[in-house]
């Protein structure tokens, strides 16, 4: 693995994953007719929610946006592009979850291998890259009064989960430049666009009927 070329993809994922994501966040604001200030929260809490999270519970100090502001600066004013633009698109809802579908599939693979720069184990570097990609859709779209997507019945966490823990593997591989990282990102795309292309879900639980007490008397 050629550790400077990752390195430079992960900071380009970043930075890519951050604005794709604040255009989520933006696009909910304007599906929720809100003033350009709301704009330009949804679009930060959402580009920035996941990573401050990770580093918060990895004890990374300061977080990442604090050192760097040009992730905030960057969440801004994609919030100012789409204030102005959120119009065109003929339907808002189908672009926000197919830009999200990306946003998930960068931050899985950034959280990863944040997580393993601070020090933590293969099995936290997965955990941290799905807490990551989901973290900030989840404050979106509570914030935007939506059920959030990771709630729903879709096939979502799991692609992150996958993708992380593609990411993780293929590391011990030795592979050249930094395959890793576009097959942990590929995995995850590639299974959420399924999911939404072919409504795929997971089996979910089926309530059943409880006994009643002359039942369970007689056991």
């Known amino acids: 693995m050629d550790s400077s070329t990752l390195a430079t993809l992960i900071t380009i994922l970043d930075l890519a994953g951050v604005a794709v994501f604040a255009v989520t966040g933006a696009l909910v604001a304007s599906r929720k007719q809100m003033d350009i200030v709301g704009f330009a929260l949804l679009a930060t809490v959402t580009g920035i929610g996941g990573g401050t999270f990770r580093d918060l519970v990895l004890g990374v100090a300061p977080v990442f946006w604090v050192q760097q502001p040009v992730y905030v600066g960057l969440c801004i004013g994609v919030a100012a592009v789409v204030f102005f633009t959120a119009h065109i698109p003929e339907s808002r809802y189908r672009l926000l979850l197919w830009l999200d579908a990306i946003g998930l599939s960068v931050f899985c ?103 009643s007490p002359d039942e369970i008397g007689r056991r």
């Open 109 to 211: 693979v950034v959280g990863a291998d944040k997580a393993l720069e601070a020090g933590a184990s293969p099995f936290i570097a997965v955990v941290m890259g799905v807490i990551t990609a989901t973290f900030g859709g989840v404050v979106r779209d509570v914030l935007g009064g939506e059920i959030p997507v990771i709630l729903r019945r879709e096939i979502y966490a799991t692609a992150a989960l996958a993708g992380a823990a593609t990411f993780v593997v293929t590391l011990r591989l030795d592979l050249p430049g930094a395959s890793e990282a576009l097959i942990g990102f590929a995995v995850c795309l590639a299974i959420r666009s399924l999911a939404l292309w072919r409504g795929w879900s997971l089996p979910v639980y089926l309530a059943r009927p409880g006994r």
